[in-house]
T-cell receptor
Framework: AQSVTQPDIHITVSEGASLELRCNYS??????LFWYVQSPGQGLQLLLK??????LVQGIKGFEAEFKRSQSSFNLRKPSVHWSDAAEYFC??????????????FGAGTRLAVHP | DGGITQSPKYLFRKEGQNVTLSCEQN?????MYWYRQDPGQGLRLIYY???????QKGDIAEGYSVSREKKESFPLTVTSAQKNPTAFYLC?????????????FGAGTRLSVL
């Protein structure tokens, strides 16, 4: 079945440590790929996106993500986490053949906690 | 400031009652969307509209209804047929509905049942 998987429900890191959030997708053709962040009780903010080209994409707030076609993955990374990064992170895709509109399919999310 | 405004922030529904969630955007976007968010399930699409006076069902449309009479407005009604309405509801918009258009989100409405 076509899906987006975020294997880690919760992750806790110490402030200043590096971070990697995993995302895998199962679609025949490479979809368009997105990472969104949600602070508690708030809407979603786009961190970065991948459509084509360079497989390492830079986003806002110091985040980056790497697309790996062979692993069907689009993992989010940050070299040094700040306490303000504590939030829920969603990986999302728009399948290449989505019926003519940009249907976003979301993973279940990864909740990030940051220890001081 | 351009953006998407959802109101109210919190809403309570009594048994058998219909309630309407408001979504207004001043981004001049053609496409608008409604999502439902439940803990541990990510977001699921309820309805979307690619243009004024047109809308389509998403993955979980049962028990919900929408209208799109104006470009800037896309209200969602949670009807009494929706037996489990407690959730966080998010509205989004995008310039158009083709695949590369980024969706921008409002701050959400939390609906609870009394």
């Amino acid at each position: 079945a076509q899906s987006v998987t975020q294997p880690d429900i919760h992750i806790t890191v110490s402030e200043g440590a590096s971070l990697e959030l995993r995302c895998n997708y199962s679609y025949g053709a490479t979809p368009y790929l997105f990472w969104y962040v949600q602070s508690p009780g708030q809407g979603l903010q786009l961190l970065l996106k991948y459509f084509s080209g360079d497989t390492l994409v830079q986003g806002i707030k110091g985040f980056e993500a790497e697309f790996k076609r062979s692993q069907s993955s689009f993992n989010l990374r940050k070299p040094s986490v700040h306490w303000s990064d504590a939030a829920e992170y969603f990986c999302a895709v728009v399948p290449m053949f989505s019926g003519g509109y940009n249907k976003l399919i979301f993973g279940a999310g990864t909740r990030l906690a940051v220890h001081p | 400031d351009g953006g998407i405004t959802q109101s109210p922030k919190y809403l309570f529904r009594k048994e058998g009652q219909n309630v309407t969630l408001s979504c207004e955007q001043n981004l001049n976007h053609d496409a608008m969307y409604w999502y439902r968010q439940d803990p541990g399930q990510g977001l699921r699409l309820i309805y979307y509209s690619q243009i004024v006076n047109d809308f389509q069902k998403g993955d979980i449309a049962e028990g919900y209804s929408v209208s799109r009479e104006k470009k800037e407005s896309f209200p969602l009604t949670v009807t009494s047929a929706q037996k489990n309405p407690t959730a966080f509801y998010l509205c989004a918009s995008s310039p158009g509905a083709i695949a590369k258009n980024i969706q921008y989100f409002g701050a959400g409405t939390r609906l609870s049942v009394l």
